[in-house]
Every structure is written in structure tokens, then in C-alpha cells.
């Protein structure tokens, strides 16, 4: 099968015009699924503190740092220490083991370590973005085993997802 030229340059075209259309409709739009203002510049996470007793000492530190990192991969912001265009502080409010999952017998079946921050956001550009807001999230080990032998291996996986809910919170405004 033949196509005319014509035809061809036809199809082109209304490729082109989709394609257009179908950026333009979106507003501001970024493939990592960002949703911030093209005069948005810069970021600031401060250090995250402990506001609960319990967990490892350093869950602060490690939590303002993975924001950070993911931030930086995530965004075309220029990190700063303070003073941001954006701006992310919190505290970790919780830091609790709960029983889930009863047997029969009402004991646990499962143990869930649940993870809360407090986050402040402030957005210095459009303060209707603002927001002072809880995110939690966790992980479940068997009942037989203590916290501490799951830790290490729990506290990854709650980071990376509280972190992408701030992330997703913040600059995609989800």
C-alpha cells in the first residue's frame, strides 16, 4: 500500500496538533509528576526532630536526608539549608507497636510497627499550598520475633513510603 505525500504530511500534522493540545491541557506538568510553579527555584528541608520516645536515634537525620535525596532525583530544585522557596519540617510523633491481626485466641498474629511525622510545608511562592499535616505508614513482623530483630529491616520500606507521600503531598500536589 501506497501513501500519498499528501497523506503523509497530513497525518504528521494532526500528530503534532495532538501532541500540543495534549501538553497544553495539562498546565504545568513534569514527567516525575510534579506540579510546581515554573518561578519555583529552590527547596529547604530542615531537620526533622523526635517528638516521641522510641525508635532509633538517628530516624530523624535519615528521614530529612532521604527527603532531600528524593527531592533532588524527583525535581530540578536547588537544595538549600534554609530558606527555600519550599519548605519541609516536621517531627516524628509516633513511633508505636501495635498487635494485628488477632488469632482465635486474641493474640497477635502479627506485630505492626506504625510510623508518624507531623509535616509543616510551606510554599513561599503561593501560600494556598501550605499545609500542616500527619503522614503515617507501616510495616507488620511476626509476633514471635522482637522489634529489634525487624527494625533494620522494617524501618526502610516506612521511610521510603513516608517520603513519598510528603513528596507527593508537597510537589504534586496529590
Known sequence: MRVSMNTKRLLTLFFVLHCSIFMSGCGVYS??????SPDI????VLNFTMGTAGGPSDLPQRLTEELKEYFQRNTSLLSQPGGGDLVLEGSITGYDVLAAA??????????????????????AK?????????????????????????EARLLPTIRENLVQQIFNKSAADW
Not at 527555584?41 to 529547604?44: A, D, G, V
Not at 482465635?104 to 507531623?118: H, P, Y
Open 126 to 150: 503561593d501560600e494556598t499550598k501550605n499545609f500542616d499535616q500527619s503522614f503515617t505508614y507501616y510495616a507488620d513482623f511476626p509476633q514471635d520475633q522482637t522489634l529489634n530483630q525487624n
Open 31 to 36: 514527567f516525575t509528576g510534579t506540579n510546581l
Open 41 to 44: 527555584k529552590t527547596f529547604s
Open 102 to 123: 488477632p488469632t482465635a485466641n486474641d493474640q497477635a498474629g502479627l506485630n505492626r510497627l506504625n510510623v508518624t511525622v507531623q509535616v509543616r510545608y510551606t510554599n
